[in-house]
T-cell receptor
Framework: AQSVTQLGSHVSVSEGALVLLRCNYSSSVPPYLFWYVQYPNQGLQLLLKYTSAATLVKGINGFEAEFKKSETSFHLTKPSAHMSDAAEYFCAVSDYPGNTPLVFGKGTRLSVIA | GAVVSQHPSRVICKSGTSVKIECRSLDFQATTMFWYRQFPKQSLMLMATSNEGSKATYEQGVEKDKFLINHASLTLSTLTVTSAHPEDSSFYIC?????????????FGPGTRLLVL
């Protein structure tokens, strides 16, 4: 069975500082990995996805994530936080999103301090 | 990109009534759709898999007689919460993998917030 662990339910950074949100996965097959962002009272927006191509994945809004098989990790980073980045972030895994559901982590709430 | 819509976006109902939530794929066909539930400040939990032309598959602990799913066409799945109670209040989100083109992405609807009084 697949699973995702997001370390830290809440991360707080200063505006302009590095954002690092951690995600570790468990999968018996090569995984497809995703990061989604959710703003209050809204649905999910896809930030980026890993689909067995390049291990460093660039997404929207300046975010990127690196797939590290040896560490079973897919951490999300952004060099400089902006106030508008404050939201809930979910890491998710699937063995094949074409016909299987995503398994989500518990989420990490990112706060950005001015 | 592909778009999935949900209707209504929010609904308030009285305890004991039934509520229907629609999930539509607007510009692609979806033989499979997934229904998730998200309680406040929690993650998304899969409720069921909706299959066009066949019965839905429910996750363990989800009452199929309470959460009726009908996948009537290749672009529409409906979730009906029957005899709703306050504990059913939640955010319901559907998703659909795109059939054709890139199948490496699922597209999520904007969600439906249900409040049962």
């Amino acid at each position: 069975a697949q699973s995702v662990t997001q370390l830290g339910s809440h991360v707080s950074v200063s505006e302009g500082a590095l954002v690092l949100l951690r995600c570790n996965y468990s999968s018996s097959v090569p995984p497809y990995l995703f990061w989604y962002v959710q703003y209050p009272n809204q649905g999910l927006q896809l930030l980026l996805k890993y689909t067995s191509a390049a291990t460093l994945v660039k997404g929207i809004n300046g975010f990127e994530a690196e797939f590290k098989k040896s560490e079973t990790s897919f951490h999300l980073t952004k060099p400089s936080a902006h106030m508008s980045d404050a939201a809930e972030y979910f890491c998710a895994v699937s063995d094949y999103p074409g016909n299987t559901p995503l398994v989500f982590g518990k989420g990490t709430r990112l706060s950005v301090i001015a | 990109g592909a778009v999935v819509s949900q209707h209504p976006s929010r609904v308030i109902c009285k305890s004991g009534t039934s509520v229907k939530i629609e999930c539509r794929s607007l510009d692609f066909q979806a033989t499979t759709m997934f229904w998730y539930r998200q309680f406040p400040k929690q993650s998304l939990m899969l409720m069921a898999t909706s299959n066009e032309g066949s019965k839905a598959t429910y996750e363990q602990g989800v009452e199929k007689d309470k959460f009726l799913i009908n996948h009537a066409s290749l672009t529409l799945s409906t979730l009906t919460v029957t005899s709703a109670h306050p504990e059913d209040s939640s955010f319901y989100i559907c998703s659909a993998p795109a059939a054709g083109g890139s199948q490496e992405t699922q597209y999520f609807g904007p969600g439906t917030r249900l409040l049962v009084l």
